[in-house]
């Protein structure tokens, strides 16, 4: 997920957030992934499998584990990194190391501890890894929401024009 720092109020102000609020996201997270398993399963599989659904929920007070580190590092490697993840592979073929007919073994960055690292996995656990990136046919990407948004973008840019013009009269 890509977010600014901050949105556009209706009344045309801008309204700075320094944060997301990581507490309300795991509980949106666990609430719409039991959600989604509730509404995809038959009436007799539900009845089989509600206990455990209602254990999850209540073993897990404070939400779904979501991973979303705080911003650091450079922000313009940061955005070269997302760049060449939009339009490229999941994994570069330079990473595959080796394929025998039954595992492949490939190289990856951890990014806890900074080191290089290879995995051997079976065919089928890599080709998994790999298809979990290839959305489902005619899936709608949102590309742009928000401010980013074709709809906002003409009376954003608008707005940050006339902030521009006024920044630069109080600095001359």
Known sequence: MLVTMGGMKKNGEWKTYDYIPFHLLRKQW??????????????????????????AFSANGEGFYVYAPKQKGNVKEQL??????????????????????????FKYLDKTDGKEKREKVTVEEFIGRLIRHIPDENFKTIRYYGVYSRRKKAECKQKVAIFQETVKRQIV
């Open 80 to 105: 070269k990194y997302i760049g060449r993840y939009i339009r490229r592979p999941a994994i570069a073929l330079g990473r595959i190391e080796e394929y025998d007919g039954q595992f492949v073994t």
């Open 30 to 55: 666990q609430t719409v992934v039991l959600k989604l398993i509730r509404k995809n399963v038959n009436a007799t599989e539900k009845k089989r499998i509600q206990p455990l659904l209602q254990k």
